[in-house]
């Protein structure tokens, strides 16, 4: 008795969650910050607790002192929640006279 059956078969996968799913927006958040708002921003995109990016920060930070720039341009290019744009989109938008 030789029986096959297809690899697929029965493996029937929907992806209706993922698709029906509203992408997150990555944004500073106005409470909860403790300086720009850069890790409790990124926390919440994650879904992670805020604590360990801030370790993560301090850590980079005491290590060749990477997360400083890293914070630095995360502060300028993430938007504040209910802001349209970020700090360096409105420094290089041209000015209206």
Do not use: C
Not at 15 to 40: D, K, N, Q
Not at 42 to 71: K, M, N
């Amino acid at each position: 008795m030789n029986t096959t059956t297809s690899p697929t078969a029965g493996n029937q996968t929907s992806h209706a969650p993922y698709e029906s799913a509203p992408p997150r927006a990555l944004s500073r958040p106005i409470e909860g910050r403790m300086l720009g708002g850069v890790a409790a921003g990124l926390a919440r995109y994650l879904d992670i607790d805020v604590t360990v990016v801030r370790i993560l920060f301090a850590v980079l930070t005491l290590i060749g002192g990477a997360a400083i720039p890293v914070y630095l341009a995360a502060w300028l290019l993430i938007p504040e929640d209910g802001a349209d744009e970020s700090i360096a989109a409105g420094l290089f938008r041209p000015r209206a006279s």
